[in-house]
Each structure stands twice: as structure tokens, then as C-alpha cells.
């Protein structure tokens, strides 16, 4: 997932309504900055989908902070007040290695009042320092590593935790974008008595030949009726991605108990979308997310090296069909957005999500779809402002509360390094 995200990156240059969302696709949206990051102190770069607890937002960034690895930050939506409640690459806790983890990619969650994350470096695995699932309680801005992964010899525990947990009866679950128990693993599915901090890998991927099963589950996982859903970047049937040896990606289902794995698609023709890049979401019965290549869509102006600019889909669980909602860059100059990167969320039954390039600035866009129609519309395209004070691509997907879209953006704002963002309909 980190490696989809710099690629697609790398090419680019540089409140409150009171009430739901209209059901309807709305065309007139108003964007407001609540925080712009820029002094280094605060942070920098917020990757990351925000949580709200009690009217409070909860996130991470990568950068930034008091050593430049990354924060917790909370932020008051009413206000406009950011506090940060951790800086990683706590000084004292760097020798060997920074136990107390470096670099948080992904967001958090809400267990009980603790607040669980995990980095993608850092931690005090005997074997290296490849990522930490970490717990903070945000009364007291205390930091403790539940787990550090690579503590087992070759990474076998798993290696670089992208994905923020899932938490099921008070056991999390998650995946490792690296490691695992065969000698060709590459990724695991993990589970984390959060108490104890007993690690136990459920599956390691790219256990089947050509990593049919899939490689590299870089994003996090979802529970329906009993079964844990989920993608993998590459892998699967086919080839044509990651360097031509592997097929461009899959959903699965896993078994939580057994951890039978069951690969539900595998991407790879190309149309039907490539490089699932975010979380699922599950909607009456079916499954809907996001490819950041593939699709019908002109690859020629997309930052990516994969024919096609990326997909909404929607997939059966039950028979494994898959059908493309969107394909990006069909319109003109992308104005309809590029590449997704993250998950979707559902408001009244119409979906919402972000892509980090694309629409009518090149600065990225808020997109609302129709499952039922398959209409898309870009609801804001950022870089509106001079020097992108707006904002500039957002990168993670969006909450909703009382009406209004809450996100945030990498690059941009007052000062550069990214903001927290709201969106609601013009009255």
C-alpha cells in the first residue's frame, strides 16, 4: 500500500451543517480548512483517515512532531484547536532503535477510551525495527507498544503494519504489508491480545505458487456475518504487475477461527480495475472499494505505471463477481479524478471518497458515486485557492457527522505540509 501511494505520488507537482447529507448527489459543495500543519511542531502530512470520539477528531501524521516521526493529534471541529497528544521518536526511547515506533501511516481506533494505531517503523522487534501496533490513552498522552513486529527470525510475526486494526470481543486484527511464516511470505493477517501482547499470524500470503492467494495486504480488514474481508496489492491470478511476475491484486475472505483463506477476485485484466489500494466497505449484501489503476480510463495522464487511472468497485461475496462503478480519468484532463488511494464511506446510500490527483486544479477531489446508477460526481477539486491553500491531495478516506465530510489532505494549507478539512452543501 505504502509503495502504490509514493508511486502515485511521486509524478505530482506541487462548519457543522446541522442534518444528513442530501440522498441525492449535490453539486455545489463549500470547503473550509480547519488546520492548516506547517510549523513541524503540529506535524506534517496527515496520511490518515480521521476518528471522532465524542466530537473530538483523532489522527495521525507522518512526519512532523517534536523529532520529525510522526504524531497523535487531536482536534476540536468547533474550534479549529489541534493539540498534539504524541511525538514519535521519543528521544529516550531510541537506543538500539525507537521502541516507541516511527513513522504512523494509518489511523486510529476507539477501544474503551484507548486509542490503538500502528507505525510503520520502529519498535523493538529482536530482529529489526520493521512497525509497532502502539496504544495511547489520550487523558494522559501515554504511549505503549502492544507489540513490536519482526521478533521472530525472517520477519515470521509479520513485518510493517500499514493498516490501523480491527478490534472483535477485544482481540484486534490486522494485517502486515511483509513477513510471515513460509519461506516465501510476503504479508500476513495477525491477531493481537492487546492485554498480553501475544501475537499469533492467522495467514501468511503468497503461500501458493505466483502468489495466487495474494501478496502484500496493505490495507485493513472488515467483519461480515463472521467472516474477515479483505485486499491484497498484487498477487492473485494472472500477471502483468509487479514487474510482470505477479497478478495486480485481490479481494479475500479469511475465516477468523481456522484461517482458511478464500481469494474472492483477483485483479488483473486491467478494466476491471488494478492494485485494490483501500479498505472495504460492506453495503446490502455486497462489498464496494477502490483500485488505484485499471479501469476504463486514459492511463497516459494518470501518475501511475498501470494502464488505467484506477476504479470504484462493488464485488458479490457470494459468487466473486465484480462489477467496475467508475472509471476514473473518463472525463477530460481527469477532471473526474485519479487514482484512488483509500476507502469509501456511505451516507443515505450514496457512497463518498477522495482521490489524491485529478479533477479540475490537478489537485485532487472529494467524489460522490450512485451504487445504484454508477453516477459520479466530483463534489470539490482542491488547489481552487492560490498556492493551494485549500488543501492538496487528499490522501485518506472521509468521516461524516451531522452532514458535513471531514478529511484531510497531504500537501497544501497556509503553510505547505497538509490540513483537516470540512465539506458540506451550500444553504
Excluded at 32 to 54: E, H, T
Excluded at 268 to 287: A, E, F, Q, V
Aim: with cysteine.
Amino acid at each position: 500500500m505504502k509503495a502504490i501511494t509514493i508511486s502515485v505520488l511521486a509524478g505530482i507537482a506541487a462548519c457543522a451543517m446541522v442534518g444528513p447529507l442530501p440522498a441525492a448527489h449535490a453539486a455545489n459543495f463549500k470547503e473550509k480548512v480547519l488546520w492548516s500543519f506547517g510549523n513541524g511542531a503540529d506535524g506534517q502530512s496527515p496520511w490518515a483517515q480521521l476518528l471522532d470520539v465524542k466530537g473530538i477528531f483523532y489522527s495521525t501524521t507522518e512526519f512532523g512532531g517534536t523529532n520529525g516521526e510522526g504524531t497523535v493529534f487531536s482536534l476540536n471541529p468547533n474550534t479549529g484547536q489541534e493539540n498534539i497528544l504524541y511525538s514519535f521518536r521519543n528521544e529516550s526511547r531510541c537506543e538500539p532503535r525507537c521502541v516507541d515506533g516511527q513513522k504512523p501511516w494509518e489511523g486510529l481506533i476507539d477501544v474503551k477510551g484507548t486509542l490503538y494505531g500502528t507505525t510503520g517503523w520502529g519498535g523493538d522487534g529482536q530482529f529489526g525495527g520493521d512497525g509497532t501496533v502502539f496504544a495511547l490513552d489520550p487523558n494522559t498522552n501515554t504511549e505503549r507498544v502492544v507489540y513490536s513486529f519482526c521478533n521472530q527470525q525472517n520477519c515470521t510475526d509479520g513485518s510493517i503494519p500499514d493498516a490501523a486494526p480491527l478490534s472483535i470481543k477485544g482481540v484486534l486484527y490486522g494485517t502486515t504489508e511483509e513477513g510471515g511464516f513460509g519461506s516465501t511470505s510476503i504479508g500476513t493477517v495477525y491477531t493481537l491480545d492487546p492485554t498480553t501482547g501475544t501475537e499469533k499470524v492467522l495467514y501468511s500470503f503468497c503461500s501458493q505458487k505466483n502468489c495466487a492467494d495474494g501478496l502484500g495486504p496493505g490495507t485493513g480488514l472488515i467483519k461480515v456475518k463472521g467472516k474477515l474481508y479483505g485486499t491484497t496489492y498484487a498477487g492473485g491470478e494472472g500477471t502483468g504487475c509487479e514487474g510482470g511476475n505477479y497478478g495486480c491484486g485481490t479481494v479475500f475472505s479469511l475465516n477468523p477461527v481456522s484461517g482458511a483463506e478464500t481469494v474472492l477476485h483477483s485483479f488483473g485484466s486491467g478494466t476491471d480495475g488494478r492494485l485494490p489500494s483501500g479498505s472495504l466497505i460492506s453495503l446490502n449484501g455486497r462489498l464496494y472499494g477502490t483500485t488505484s489503476g485499471g479501469g476504463a480510463g486514459d492511463g497516459n495522464s494518470c501518475d501511475i505505471a498501470y494502464s488505467g487511472c484506477g476504479t470504484v468497485f462493488s464485488l458479490n461475496p457470494n459468487t466473486g463477481i465484480e462489477t467496475v462503478l467508475h472509471s476514473f480519468c473518463t472525463q477530460k484532463n481527469c477532471t473526474d479524478g485519479a487514482n484512488p488511494l483509500r476507502n469509501l464511506i456511505e451516507v443515505n446510500g450514496i457512497l463518498y471518497g477522495t482521490t489524491p490527483v485529478g479533477g479540475a486544479n490537478s489537485g485532487g477531489t472529494v467524489f460522490s458515486i450512485n451504487p445504484k446508477t454508477k453516477a459520479e460526481k466530483v463534489l470539490y477539486s482542491f488547489c481552487t485557492l492560490q498556492n493551494c491553500a485549500d488543501g492538496w491531495s487528499p490522501s485518506a478516506g472521509l468521516i461524516e457527522v451531522k452532514g458535513t465530510l471531514y478529511g484531510t489532505t497531504v500537501g497544501g494549507g497556509t503553510y505547505g505540509y497538509g490540513t483537516v478539512f470540512a465539506l458540506q452543501p451550500r444553504k
